[in-house]
């Protein structure tokens, strides 16, 4: 797979901006600030149609402005495929592929992505919350029909803690359509449970090896702390899951009646990292979470390739300058050479002479070229 043109049109502060991608390896290069990761969130977006940086698509749309448009031709398998994403202040939008509307399912289908920013590099120190939309980010890109089941729960969530309010306001309750509300968790929860679980196992594996070649000596493994299976309940079962979940329901109705909010469900869980049997979070240095991460973002590429048989593109937003020589190098040289790679930079002072000969280099400030 690879990206040969993107357009952008009032996105952030992209105005007007058109790159031509001729090489496989590109490097955006430019002082902080200056629109070097808005190129690589709206390559991100095209792809699953989120960014990290916002859950507001509003606040894509270019100042003073009321829309913005993503354009992007990309080869995969040998064929053409122009895409067109556009977005309006009033929270209209437009697909299309080849020209032709497209739905949400069908457009996620087409480009594939791993991003690795800066902001990766803290996901063992942030929270829990964090480290979830880093797992479900990384199964969306194999399984684009893993959102719906994601916004399907969380719209019973809700709906569940605006029933708990509503009874908690007025000191009357109904049992039958709290245990429908409970049905309908327990059935989408546990689907989403099962998966995370699943994912997490086959990610394991693979990044086991790529820690090990940088670490040599130490062992990662990584667990699902669900927070009412517990961290070492090894069940992919999804009916022992679901009947689990439901138990867990009913034990805790009155604490989620009394505290207005659902307490149990995946919107609760963890994931944790070892070291040698050792909690990373907690006993791991900078330099050994930083190792973790690498580890994981190199398996996404080969998980993704696997599953889907396209290879992603790869877009690393100023993490070089955040990482030791020995890491930079494993990285640069993990990355295969048929591999779509787009890299922001402050300067090229980071890379080897060998490295740029088959580089295309861009330079931006304000949104623009030069």
Not at 94 to 119: A, M, Q, R, W, Y
Not at 204 to 223: C, F, G, P, V
Request: glycine share 2%.
């Amino acid at each position: 797979m690879n990206l040969e043109k993107l357009k952008l049109t009032n996105y952030r502060n992209c105005a007007e901006l058109e790159l031509n991608f001729d090489k496989n390896k590109i490097l955006i290069i430019g002082k902080n600030a200056q629109g070097k990761t808005n190129i690589l969130e709206s390559i991100y977006f095209l792809s699953c149609l989120k960014t990290p940086r916002t859950s507001n698509t509003t606040e894509l749309i270019n100042f003073n402005k009321n829309y913005f448009k993503i354009e992007a031709d990309i080869i995969k398998s040998n064929t053409n495929i122009d895409l067109s994403y556009f977005y309006t202040a009033d929270k209209k939008r437009e697909l299309k592929i080849n020209g032709t509307k497209s739905t949400i399912k069908d457009f996620k289908t087409v480009l594939k992505t791993v991003l690795f920013s800066t902001t990766d590099l803290l996901l063992l120190r942030g929270t829990p919350q964090d480290r979830r939309d880093w797992l479900d980010r990384a199964i969306s890109q194999i399984y684009p029909a893993y959102d719906d089941r994601l916004s399907k729960y969380d719209k019973i969530r809700i709906q569940k803690n605006n029933f708990l309010k509503e009874c908690a306001k007025t000191g009357q309750t109904n049992d039958a359509l709290l245990d429908v509300y409970n049905e309908q968790l327990s059935i989408t929860g546990s689907n989403i449970i099962y998966i995370r679980k699943k994912f997490l196992k086959e990610i394991e594996k693979i990044a086991q090896d790529k820690h090990r070649t940088i670490s040599e000596t130490e062992n990662l493994s990584i667990k699902y702390d669900s927070n009412f299976l517990g961290i070492n309940n090894e069940t992919e079962n999804i009916e022992q899951i679901q009947l689990a979940f439901k138990n867990s329901l009913e034990a805790r109705k009155i604490e989620e009646q009394r505290r207005c909010q659902a307490c149990v469900g995946p919107h609760r869980d963890d994931i944790v990292f070892y070291i040698n049997n050792q909690e990373a979070t907690k006993y791991a240095s900078q330099g050994q979470q930083r190792t973790i991460v690498l580890a994981l973002k190199l398996s996404e590429l080969d998980i993704i390739t696997d599953k889907t048989g396209d290879e992603p593109v790869l877009l690393l937003d100023d993490v070089l300058a955040e990482l030791d020589d020995l890491r930079q190098n494993y990285l640069l040289k993990s990355i295969n050479a048929n591999t779509q790679t787009v890299i922001t930079s402050v300067d090229t002072i980071l890379f080897e002479e060998e490295f740029l000969k088959d580089v295309e280099i861009y330079k931006i400030e304000s949104g623009h070229l030069i």
